[in-house]
């Protein structure tokens, strides 16, 4: 039984720094919640798990590798206003310019929309002349092949 707890104890933990190291990568180097503080108290609050967790002797091994993950990622996470505000600038102008290509895509798609719809009321337009021609003349030829049957000879 405790070793199974062990077991989901360190699954927990590790599902954890999983989703923390996820958060840091989308985030491009910043880490989103607590104030962009990773601690051993973070892992355990994103595991689900007590703050008492790897106090427990049995787990001195796994508090040992949290506290080295921990380590190891903060050295690599953006810290400081300036690189902080650079990497949200960057971000923001990087936004900026995607959002400026979709509006011209847009417009772009917008024109050729409106010249679609141009074109195919001309075409419509087009088409019933043709249709009005048709039927002209199949009249025509209809009033020129009608002969009479009733056609009297005089002896």
């Known amino acids: 039984m405790a070793r199974l707890k062990r077991r989901n104890t360190r699954a927990a933990i590790e599902d954890a720094m999983e989703a923390i190291s996820k958060d840091i990568e989308i985030n491009d180097g910043i880490y989103p919640n607590s104030n962009g503080k990773i601690s051993a108290s973070e892992v355990l609050h994103r595991a689900g798990l007590s703050s008492a967790a790897l106090q427990k002797p049995a787990n001195r091994e796994l508090r040992l590798e949290v506290n080295t993950w ?32 979709l509006r011209q895509v847009w417009l772009e798609a917008e024109l050729e929309y409106v010249e679609t719809i141009r074109q195919n009321a001309e075409l419509r337009e087009h088409c019933e002349e043709l249709e009005r021609e048709n039927r002209r003349l199949r009249a025509s030829i209809a009033g020129a092949n009608i002969h009479s049957i009733n056609q009297s000879t005089s002896p």
Do not use: I, Y
Request: no cysteine.
């Open 70 to 101: 921990v380590r190891v990622v903060q050295s690599k996470l953006a810290r400081g206003a300036k690189s902080v505000r650079k990497s949200v600038t960057d971000r923001v102008d990087s936004a900026r310019l995607e959002m400026k290509q």
